[in-house]
């Protein structure tokens, strides 16, 4: 295994990641046959089988996994590395991967712009996907840091807290329940909500706040994939919707929302910037969590209730 290449590591993780020899291939710029003799040769040097060959493709087995996990590992040292030297010769570059959950596309162009005009030089490519797509990524080193409510709990992470998460209940502005005060828990429990998919941290957090209500969990109400859907969907009358204040901002200021005023609510949790515990924190990645500790909150959107009082009041 000492004898090991970056070439025959990049050839796993190409078909791995696109589960067929012809792709991996193209995609390296090989023949078929030249990839093929490849991992034939690493799979007689390492006594194990990589892949099983199957008629939909090429399966990665245990040994497989364990050889992409390598793979990344060192792609990330590498990466390091450049940004550590960098760092060394005085130049601020680098380059970062960011995950954020979808509730915080609402406020991750505004982060990220703030951030580049301190530090222009640095590289950040953004993705957006739910919390398990957002887990997912992290945990397979996809991305670097993570932006997300909470922090997953089936592997070690590091994380800190960059800003508050208000999460309140919304309705049509002709709804009956606009410009009510001190709604009970009994009477919001009465209506039907738009929902996020279940394992959502707002659904999660729905549930909790409901679940001394008999029976209410039973029948919460419709799902719906992403917040944009729920909030027209609110809008249009077929339900009320438990959601990040972040996310209603331009609603509000339109008229088209309001926030109602529930008795314990606005439910406060906390965002929180998330990587891997064993991995290396490069000079991009201190550099980024050190801005949002110090300057995060002020680009998360403030969103007031028409009446009586600021949300985060």
């Given at each position: 295994?000492?004898?090991?290449?970056?070439?025959?590591?990049?050839?796993?993780?190409?078909?791995?990641?696109?589960?067929?020899?012809?792709?991996?291939?193209?995609?390296?710029?090989?023949?078929?046959?030249?990839?093929?003799?490849?991992?034939?040769?690493?799979?007689?040097?390492?006594?194990?089988?990589?892949?099983?060959?199957?008629?939909?493709?090429?399966?990665?087995?245990?040994?497989?996994?364990?050889?992409?996990?390598?793979?990344?590992?060192?792609?990330?040292?590498?990466?390091?590395?450049?940004?550590?030297?960098?760092?060394?010769?005085?130049?601020?570059?680098?380059?970062?991967?960011?995950?954020?959950?979808?509730?915080?596309?609402?406020?991750?162009?505004?982060?990220?712009?703030?951030?580049?005009?301190?530090?222009?030089?640095?590289?950040?490519?953004?993705?957006?996907?739910n919390r398990a797509e957002i887990i997912t990524k992290l945990?397979?080193?996809?991305?670097?840091?993570?932006?997300?409510?909470?922090?997953?709990?089936?592997?070690?992470?590091?994380?800190?807290?960059?800003?508050?998460?208000?999460?309140?209940?919304?309705?049509?502005?002709?709804?009956?329940?606009?410009?009510?005060?001190?709604?009970?828990?009994?009477?919001?429990?009465?209506?039907?909500?738009?929902?996020?998919?279940?394992?959502?941290?707002?659904?999660?957090?729905?549930?909790?706040?409901?679940?001394?209500?008999?029976?209410?969990?039973?029948?919460?109400?419709?799902?719906?994939?992403?917040?944009?859907?729920?909030?027209?969907?609110?809008?249009?009358?077929?339900?009320?919707?438990?959601?990040?204040?972040?996310?209603?901002?331009?609603?509000?200021?339109?008229?088209?929302?309001?926030?109602?005023?529930?008795?314990?609510?606005?439910?406060?949790?906390?965002?929180?910037?998330?990587?891997?515990?064993?991995?290396?924190?490069?000079?991009?990645?201190?550099?980024?969590?050190?801005?949002?500790?110090?300057?995060?909150?002020?680009?998360?959107?403030?969103?007031?209730?028409?009446?009586?009082?600021?949300?985060?009041?």
């Amino acid at each position: 295994m000492r004898n090991l290449t970056l070439r025959q590591l990049r050839t796993v993780q190409a078909i791995c990641r696109l589960g067929k020899i012809n792709l991996a291939a193209e995609d390296l710029g090989l023949t078929g046959p030249a990839l093929t003799l490849q991992i034939q040769q690493l799979e007689r040097d390492a006594e194990v089988q990589l892949f099983d060959r199957t008629r939909g493709g090429m399966v990665p087995t245990a040994f497989g996994l364990a050889f992409l996990e390598a793979a990344r590992e060192i792609e990330e040292s590498l990466n390091s590395l450049e940004d550590s030297i960098s760092a060394m010769k005085g130049l601020r570059t680098g380059r970062l991967r960011l995950g954020v959950v979808s509730t915080g596309k609402y406020f991750a162009p505004q982060l990220i712009a703030a951030f580049r005009k301190q530090v222009p030089a640095i590289e950040i490519n953004l993705f957006i996907g739910n919390r398990a797509e957002i887990i997912t990524k992290l945990r397979d080193h996809e991305i670097d840091i993570a932006l997300m409510g909470r922090p997953p709990r089936d592997f070690e992470v590091r994380s800190q807290v960059f800003g508050d998460h208000p999460l309140v209940f919304i309705a049509p502005a002709d709804h009956p329940l606009a410009g009510v005060l001190d709604i009970s828990r009994e009477r919001i429990a009465q209506e039907q909500f738009i929902l996020r998919e279940r394992g959502s941290g707002t659904r999660i957090s729905l549930e909790i706040f409901l679940s001394d209500t008999p029976r209410k969990l039973e029948d919460l109400g419709t799902e719906m994939g992403s917040n944009e859907t729920i909030k027209q969907a609110v809008i249009a009358g077929l339900g009320l919707a438990f959601i990040s204040a972040h996310t209603i901002e331009q609603e509000i200021k339109l008229g088209r929302l309001v926030i109602l005023d529930v008795v314990d609510t606005p439910i406060r949790r906390q965002w929180f910037s998330v990587s891997r515990l064993d991995r290396t924190t490069t000079p991009a990645m201190q550099a980024f969590e050190q801005f949002l500790l110090t300057s995060g909150a002020r680009h998360l959107p403030v969103v007031s209730k028409p009446y009586p009082a600021n949300v985060f009041g």
